[in-house]
């Protein structure tokens, strides 16, 4: 239970989801949390303003010009109330127009009339989510400091999938009562390998693997989220670069290991989530390999060790490194934590429909310490547990080194 009373200001627009609020406001009035709702007139359509204001216990806010309210600038009175504004959902439309600074109804006004911290929860139909007018108000807001609170992926009430659901009231609540406390990385610096790597044969053909990069993008989402300054080196894939993060394009485990190298200097966390490939060919054909025998016989030479190298810097970051099995999981990933000298191992099994490519994982993290389970779940919640757990751990190390 939370004892430090906080006052919300809940901020609800137009969209399906808004059903779950009535839920979001007692889970915070629970933690002693006051809310006071103000609704679009879409907010509206989908959801009442009574059932707000009986949850809420307070009258709910709609309309700009209420002139009884007006007479005594009630949107400022109201804008210097909370400690925080929290809009969820919030809607492609509303995103647009607090991105541009439109002050046309109340909600908008009161997000112009405050200097306190502002969370939005998107909540939209996947396509409209990943259109580039809405990353780019995305991105706008993020470089306000402006929280972004998701979204989170799966099935959609229009029938889709994709990204866009509004978190779940329980998940929002965490990421609210987190923050309240100080991000987990607030002020650090990551950087994270992602992705496949890409090895040439020649031209045409490459030697590479099933890894889609979607749970090291996740990662990337999440250690932003927790306050991290981000640095994502990416093998090649096809998911979009997340707003606000900055990352480096590489095809080979060469190229990784070399903008590796370059990016972890002054790092304080590394996480190598990338499936980089162990060999490459010795010779690489100028021209495409002809189809002339009935075998072809390829010689490849060793990559070098990304995690590895990254781990034997001297006063370096906190390493993280993957491990992915088909078998013995659990005793190949301890052997990786020992050999490569890192701090922390999460280890997948991989195989038909688990971890490359698919929208769920699991993980088992492993240390010195001992191993925490990670049940099967979505990536990105999966991967937002994975950074509060390395977050846990990386500042108990510094606290043992600093004593």
């Known amino acids: 239970m939370n004892n430090c009373k906080q006052n919300v200001l809940l901020g609800i627009t137009g969209g399906i989801a808004a059903y779950k609020i009535p839920i979001l406001v007692r889970r915070m ?7 006071r709702v103000v609704m679009t007139r879409a907010a509206a359509e989908f959801i ?10 307070q009258p709910v806010h709609t309309d700009l010009l ?8 009630g949107h400022i009175e109201l804008a210097r109330w909370p400690d925080r504004i929290l809009i969820a959902p919030a809607s492609a439309d509303f995103i647009c127009r607090l991105s541009i600074g439109m002050a046309d109804d109340l909600l908008s006004t009161l997000c112009l009339a405050t200097d306190v911290p502002i969370s939005i929860v998107p909540a939209m139909n996947q396509v409209m989510w990943e259109n580039a007018a809405t990353q780019d108000n995305i991105e706008r807001l993020r470089q306000r400091g402006i929280d972004i609170l998701g979204p989170a992926v799966g099935d959609q009430a229009c029938g889709e999938s994709g990204p866009g659901r509004m978190l779940e009231p329980e998940e929002i609540l965490q990421l609210l009562t987190a923050d309240n406390t100080g991000k987990l990385l607030s002020g650090l610096r990551v950087v994270l390998t992602a992705g496949p790597t890409q090895e ?12 889609s990069g979607k749970m090291g993008y996740a990662v ?7 306050g991290a300054s981000v640095h994502l080196i990416t093998g090649p894939t096809n998911l979009a670069i997340p707003p606000g993060i900055d990352s480096t394009a590489v095809i080979s485990a060469a190229d990784m290991h070399k903008a590796t190298l370059a990016a972890v200097s002054g790092a304080d966390i590394f996480i190598a989530v990338a499936a980089v490939s162990d060999y490459r060919p010795v010779k690489t054909s100028a021209r495409k390999l002809k189809k002339s025998t009935a075998e072809m016989t390829l010689t490849l030479a060793r990559n070098p060790d990304i995690l590895a190298d990254v781990a034997a810097i001297e006063n370096g970051p906190y390493c993280v490194g993957f491990a992915a099995e088909t078998e013995k999981l659990e005793q190949h990933a301890r052997q990786k934590l ?8 999460a280890a997948n099994r991989v195989g038909k429909d688990l971890a490359f490519d698919s929208k769920k994982n699991a993980l088992i993290l492993i240390d010195r310490q001992g191993r925490t389970d990670l049940p099967n779940q979505d990536k990105q919640r999966l991967a937002e547990q994975l950074v509060s757990h390395i977050a846990t751990k990386y500042r108990a190390k510094n606290q043992t080194e600093n004593s």
């Open 220 to 226: 990337a989402r999440a250690a932003q989220q927790a």
């Open 338 to 345: 020992k050999a490569k000298n890192i701090d922390l191992i």
């Open 66 to 73: 209420d002139m009884q309210a007006e007479s005594a600038m």
């Open 29 to 35: 009035r629970e933690q002693n949390i006051e809310v």
């Open 48 to 57: 009442t303003p009574l059932t707000l204001a009986a949850v809420s216990g």
């Open 200 to 211: 040439a044969l020649d031209p045409v053909r490459i030697l590479t693997n099933h890894s």
